[in-house]
């Protein structure tokens, strides 16, 4: 090329950088059709350099057309004259460059000038343009290509951005080619890196998640595993775990299912492979869970040639469920068989028995009054009772009976093959073994058992007749008293029908109507006045008027005494702005309600009657609790500090019925009481006889000495009235006054006989 085609680069380099540097393409492409104007230039290939890779920004014109014959030699001997690689640097840095090829035409027709011209020196300047190529090709690509070869047999397949390709210069080919090489192995390399990476990170997570990556290779037989598999088995770091084959590690008992399992897997199967088994360690015998989930990898006809898969330890997991399934099977307070399993057992015995003509006896036991054992000693007493009367009923059964909690104090021995004989002496043997005393706080203290026997095939055949058959059988046995033992007969079955439906009436009367209260008045002896009523309560059930007797310990046996308690309090204290209504402004009132052993233990009590006195706005000094001796038996600390809450509250806390039982004065001066009631029988005979008078006398000055007004209930007659004045006892209620009426009732009757003013109610 001439002088006349390096003055026109010249005259574009400036231009030419700045398109360069700034990835320019139009000006690249004005740059690029300027050059291609000029006669001597065939085509302009314009490269920029963005992050060192040569881009093709611009071209103009096209690479010349083969020739012919001698043309063809000629340009095929002067290619590398016909291009020109223009490096465009800015800076010291190379930001481009410019292939430039001269239009041949004008080259040859040089050739062929000289050619006619110098014939005679043809075969001269053939010689010196031969020896030049040679000269030019050994210097720019032989020697470049043959480093190039020598490097590259230098590379290390394991770290191919460590060799470096040895520089050219980047106008030619080669030097070209060279770069793109050497940023093949640099990408290369960076691939490798970041893939050791990964699987760094991936092996690090595996293994921190007691995880095992593994592969079995179907053609050579072969596997491979990650490093921590050694551990998975409990061997020491490093051994060759592939050393005990995977029928050899898993469980016998499992060995043949998996087997099985991942064969026919392997050979049909689709989708992802997942399955739980058992391990066993080689060294220790250890046994340790493990999930799997893998797929297999088949080849282009669908055979299988390889199985990869994922391993986790699932031992603390399969721990975590057997001890869930052991809570559900046990009872936590006394470590018996629950109700399920012991309704189980007993199906399977009662099955059995049917099957081959057998007997099978089912013993319900039940602690008698185990509701006022808790509310006099506390749930932690009745908790150790459990515990030690489960004890001695396991130690007390034979080989082949089982024990069980089925409720809160009730129990379940079932006794396959039994006659009733034995079963009788069975159940009286185990309640015999709880007649013991237990230690408890507060002292020992010896439960009673009832025991209710009914056998199959005589009682039932199936585990729901039998075992509801012993039930109505301990319910009678319970009636007795404790330490009794009753056998299920129809007679029985009847009752407990009868029983259920008032229990399923009872609950109904609660939800829907038909109970309703009766207030019975109070009054004061020395002032005579109107101070309040007791609350009692009635069930109107068909066209029949129940009292508390007889449906109380139908509510005790159906869990509805708190909700019977529950809905007088509420009906009570909604009366009460009733019964102020029709008494003058300031006159003392109260209402008394009976607070059965069951609610004094109750720990929602306090929160339920703070929201009626809050929702009635009823002060707490109108409300009065009448508990029974029976509520205080055993004199826990727990029950005082109950009774000592509602007393601080301002509620009225009265021991009804004293004398009628053994009731310590003791425990009375301990009691946070506002009153003890006496019943008629406490004065029977006192009027009569001198002795018996001056004990009453003692005990209503005993009282009044600690602080605690008295009240006598029953008194219908003037006689009786007169002698509780005498004895200066503070308040009488009884049918001399007034019988039990409703509020309508109270207010007739209040009006009928005092009017429209307070009046006094006559001593005599």
Known sequence: MGSRIDEAIAGTRGPAVQAAALLDDRLAQSIADSLRSHAGIASVRFFSLPGGEPTLLASAGAPPLPHRGMESLLLRAAHLLLERDVQLQH???????????????????????????????????????????????????????QHLVAALEAVDPN?????????????????????????????????????????????VSIEGSRQVAYEVDFTTNSRWMTPNFPELLGLPPGTDASAYSLTEIIHPDDRERITAEQSAFAAAGKGMYEAEYRLKRPLDGGIVWVSTRGRVERDADGKPIRFVGLTSDITARKRAELRLEELAQVDQLTGLPNRAIS??????????????????????????????????????????????????????????????RVN?????????????????????????????????????????????????????????????????????ADRDGPGQVRFYDPGLGRTAVARRAMERDLSAAISYGGLFLLYQPRFDTESGQFVGV?????????????????FLPIAEDAGLVRDLGHWVLNRALGDYADFTSFLPPGSPF?????????????????????????????????????????????????????LQRLREAGIGIALDDFGAGYTSL?????????????????????????????????????????????????VETAEVHRFCSELAIREVQGYHFAHPLPLSGVRDWYFDRFGSSFAGVPRS
């Open 91 to 145: 800076d010291g840095t190379t930001v481009g460059s410019l292939l430039i090829t001269v239009n041949p035409d004008e080259f040859l027709q040089r050739t062929y000038a000289r050619i006619r011209d110098e014939t005679v020196r043809l075969f001269g300047t053939s010689v010196v343009i031969g020896l030049v190529l040679f000269l030019l090709t050994m210097r720019t690509v032989t020697r470049p290509i």
């Open 159 to 203: 770290q191919p951005g460590a060799a470096r390709v040895p520089a050219q210069e980047s106008r030619h080919e080669v030097g070209f080619l060279t770069e793109r090489l050497q940023g093949v192995l640099d990408r290369l390399h960076a691939e490798i890196d970041a893939r050791r990476k990964s699987e760094h990170r991936l092996r």
């Open 343 to 404: 309704l189980d057992r007993a199906d399977q015995a009662i099955r059995t028995a049917v099957v081959h003509g057998t007997s099978c006896a089912i013993i319900h036991l039940d602690i008698h009054s185990f509701h006022d054992f808790n509310a006099a000693f506390g749930h932690d007493a009745g908790d150790i009772c459990l515990r030690e009367l489960a004890g001695r009923l396991q130690r007390s059964v034979p080989d082949g009976a089982s024990v069980g």
């Open 408 to 476: 809160g104090d009730e129990f379940l021995v079932i006794a396959p093959g039994a006659s009733a004989a034995t079963a009788d002496g069975l159940a009286e043997r185990l309640v015999a073994a709880a007649s013991a005393p237990v230690d408890v706080p507060g002292g020992p203290v010896a439960p009673g058992l009832s025991a209710g026997v009914a056998m199959c095939p005589s009682d039932g055949k199936t585990a729901a007749e039998v075992v509801a058959a012993a039930q109505i059988a301990v319910v009678h």
């Open 534 to 550: 007791e609350a009692l309560l009635r069930w109107r059930r068909n066209k029949e008027i129940l009292h508390p007797p007889s």
């Open 590 to 642: 109260r209402i008394a309600l009976n607070l059965s052993p069951e609610q004094v233990s109750d720990d929602e009590l306090p929160a339920v009657l703070q929201d009626a006195l809050g929702t009635y706005q009823v002060p707490p000094s109108a409300i009065e609790f009448e508990i029974t001796e029976a509520s205080l038996h055993g004199g826990s600390a727990d029950l005082f500090r109950r």
């Open 666 to 714: 003791e425990l009375v001066t301990r009691m946070p009481l506002s009153a003890m009631h006496f019943e008629r029988s406490f004065l029977a005979g006192a009027m009569d006889d001198k002795l018996r008078a001056r004990i009453v006398r003692a005990v209503v000055d005993v009282a009044q000495g600690i602080g605690v007004p008295t009240l006598v209930k029953g």
